[in-house]
């Protein structure tokens, strides 16, 4: 078991800045000096004093007077714990950052943090308003690094990052950070991922239990997620998008930017696109981000033994592979008959080389994946 | 003598030791699609002429007032100057519709005497009249001589027009009038009419009706349109519009089974009771495909006279809603019950009335708001949009669809290309494959309304229940989509008559099947 626990100036840190909330709304408009990660590098006395004056004594007042008894309680009841960067489980990560949290409250399994090195994890963002391209990527990409011993990074938004968790816990390890109390499950309809992440992965927060999120704890939990991990994916996020926010942050930080490449036309590539052009790394699959984390070749990501194919199979496939998205044009382009394409398709689709959307189209995966040869 | 001294008189004269009322007739009035027998109750006794309809009349019931006396008056009978009180019971159900006239008249004139009838009793009268006193056709007649055999009438006398329809209820004498005046002839035992002939059953495919060899180049929608004929299955189809979603569904009717006397009796009834019986039995199965500005009483039925709404309509047939996204949300949802149990069932202050409804569900849907479709560079629809969109496609009624068709723009060479197969070509392998299905499920029965037990007892070969058992370990298959994709295998593997469910028929199967979200 993995040592928890936080000294109590940095828990009371966490519990000042829930108490801040909406002064900090007040204050924290986006523009340069007035970021709230910026405003997270302030000390106690002066954070409140530039958020707060008229109430700052009584805040302050109010916050020392918890007692670190009672600090721990309520971690306790949340079924929450928390370290501090006094502590050893805090990640390395973190430490080199000047806005760095003071404290990390968690909920899930703490070994997640314990030896933490930013090469050994990878954040992805994304937007909230995903295409399906965007969606099936993230899943994919979140899969597969998970398998390769990564963890994997996001901030359980709808869209990109919810995909990138979900493909993450069907693969190994995940952490989830929040813009609000770890045991808030944000957006509520993700509730059931939420939990899920809590089971098996980590969800982490610089906020204490119960805190509601605000606008400026979005790009504060942006800054954490760019810390934690050495290279920081965009899958999609169009011109004007937090997720290029959080891309900015570990740019300043000095770790590694990935973007996913899309159509020229899409909106929603407008993002990554435009970082790939001035000079991101080019992320096609997991393997692109190995190479440029670990160098290239150092992991390989295992390439599946992909069973042999019939005939009808890979002319199917081929089909798929030029474009064709419906089983009346595979049909029509293979030339085989209506049942034989549709079960064709349905073969290759539980072999994993094919999805089907909710309207019944097919498009290529990024990745083989496993397959019972029997098939 | 004075009107006030008569007045007088009455009151002081003594209570009748005799019942008052005086005649009865037996008819009945339509209650969303089933008649109900009304006793028509004539009191004439002395007073200030008035003539009174009770009983929960509607405004057309209450009008038969005039009907009846202008009626009457130009048959040449006489109108009695008396206080008349007609009684509709039970006076709990509420009447409808202007079909109970003739009985009202036929007890009119036996209560003033000027017919006397001793058949009336055991008879019963159903018609409208017009002021000349010919009658007129009513709704529902099929119906009403159905309940009158079975309420124990001998005769139902009715509209000349609605004979040939009530003459297919056998075991009861259909008299077929054309004017109030032939009751005097039909009491008196001078006149007579033969028994009409019954309705005969039209084809079930009329020549020139739609075909499906309509539909060219696109093999994949055919196959699905053939399997969800086959086995009942509800089908939806997305795609761009013109892509012929309309035109496949509406040839869908033509590649069912013709329907079987007896639901031809029963679809004959519902276009009846809806004045849409025409010239003959239909043959074919009812094809309704509503607005999608439709209201939820107009979709199931409803309204406080209740009325059938277009499941019902669709009984025995296809209910094709195009544009399903665009329905009322109310709407959609009200269809979920109906849909599975087969009947709707609507309740009023009176008691519950339930309306057969056991209907193929057919949808169409564009793939995004534009209905271009995500892939092409020209749709319009943000992300946001199309998955609010989408959204709707596979919450509310989704739940329902069992097979799930993309379709695509048919390119030149296709529509120019040779006619598909034929309806009869495909109808005769639907027919062949609901046999199997009667035969192993009972009369009347498809694989679409297996129980799950029925479900999960179909014989599956190794490889097929190795596929199967595949996806469900992956993608966390709810227990009914597993049974969905087990009763469409089974269609498969009774199209192809092979006897047990082979791994080539479970991966069409799981093909065609509806996604679930994500």
Known sequence: MVETGACVECLRRSWLLAALGPYVERVATGEVGLRSPELLRLSNEELVEATAPKVAEQLLARIAALSEERLNEELLLADCWACCCHGDLYPVALRDAPDAPWALIGRGSPSLLDGLQPYGAVTIVGARRATSYGREIARELGRELARAGLVVVSGMAFGIDGCAHRGALDGGRTIAVLGCGPDVAYPSSHRALWRQICDSGLVLSELPPGATPWKWTFPARNRIMAALAGMTIVVEAATRSGSLITMDLAADLGRDLGAVPGPVTSRASAGPNALLASGAQVVRDAQDVLDAMLGPGNRRIEQQRTPALGTDLQAVLAAIEAGESTCDAVAIVTGLSASSTAAALAKLELLGYLTCSTLGTYSRTLVPSTGKASL | ????????????????????????????????????????????????????????????????????????????????????????????????????????????????????????????????????????????????????????????????????????????????????????????????????????????????????????????????????????????????????????????????????????????????????????????????????????????????????????????????????????????????????????????????????????????????????????????????????????????????????????????????????????????????????????????????EMTPAEARGCALSEGAALLLADLYARQRLSGRAHDRALRLAQTLTDLAGLSEIGDEQMAQALQMRRRDRG
Not at chain 2, 178 to 199: F, I, N, T, V
Not at chain 2, 272 to 292: D, E, K, Q, V
Not at chain 2, 319 to 325: H, K, S
Request: contains cysteine.
């Open chain 2, 1 to 448: 003598m004075p009107k006030i001294l008569f007045l007088r008189v009455t009151r002081e004269s003594k209570p009748p030791s005799v019942p008052t009322v005086l005649a009865t007739a037996r008819t009945f009035t339509l209650d969303g699609i089933s008649a109900r027998p009304v006793r028509v109750e004539v009191d004439v006794h002395r007073g200030l002429p008035n003539f009174t309809i009770v009983g929960l009349p509607d405004a057309a019931v209450r009008e038969a007032r005039e009907r009846v006396r202008a009626a009457l008056v130009n048959c040449g009978f006489e109108f009695p100057l008396r206080r008349i009180v007609v009684n509709l019971a039970p006076a709990s159900l509420r009447k409808a519709g202007p079909g109970m006239d003739l009985a009202i008249a036929a007890a009119l004139l036996s209560a003033s005497e000027q017919l006397q009838w001793e058949g009336l009793a055991n008879a019963a009268l159903v018609g409208e009249l017009a002021l000349d006193g010919s009658t007129r056709p009513v709704h529902g007649a099929l119906a009403m001589a159905e309940v009158a055999r079975e309420s124990g009438a001998e005769t139902i006398v009715l509209p000349a027009e609605n004979g040939p329809e009530a003459a297919l209820v056998e075991g009861i004498d259909v008299v077929p009038v054309e004017a109030l005046g032939q009751l005097l002839g039909l009491a008196d035992g001078d006149w007579s009419s033969p028994r009409p002939e019954p309705l005969p059953l039209l084809p079930s495919v009329s020549p020139g009706a739609p075909d499906l060899a309509d539909l060219r180049g696109q093999p994949h929608l055919r196959h699905a349109l053939e399997v969800a004929a086959a086995g009942g299955h509800s089908l939806m189809m997305v795609g761009p519009p013109g892509a012929g979603k309309s035109l496949a569904a509406s040839r869908l009717p033509s590649i069912l089974p013709p329907l079987a006397p007896s639901e031809a009796l029963e679809v004959a009834r519902i276009a009846s009771a809806c004045g849409r019986l025409g010239t003959g039995l239909p043959g074919g199965r009812p094809f309704r495909a509503p607005h999608h500005t439709i209201s939820a009483a107009g979709l199931v039925g409803g309204g406080q006279a209740i009325r059938a709404g277009e499941v019902t309509h669709a009984h025995r047939g296809v209910l094709f809603l195009d544009e399903l996204c665009e329905f009322r949300r109310d709407a959609l949802e009200a269809l979920r019950a109906p849909l599975e149990s087969g009947e709707v069932a609507i309740a009023r202050v009176g008691g519950q009335r339930s309306l057969p409804c056991r209907f193929m569900l057919v949808a169409a849907a564009n793939p995004c708001p534009c209905g271009r479709g995500e892939a092409d560079p020209d749709c319009s629809c943000s992300p946001y949009e199309v998955q609010r969109y989408q959204g709707k496609l596979s919450g509310a009624l989704a739940d329902r669809i069992d097979v799930l068709a993309a379709v695509r723009q048919p390119s030149a060479a296709d529509i120019g290309g040779p006619p598909g197969e034929s309806s009869a070509a495909v109808r005769e392998r639907v027919c062949a494959a609901r046999e199997r299905q009667e035969h192993r499920l009972g009369a009347g029965r498809c694989n679409a």
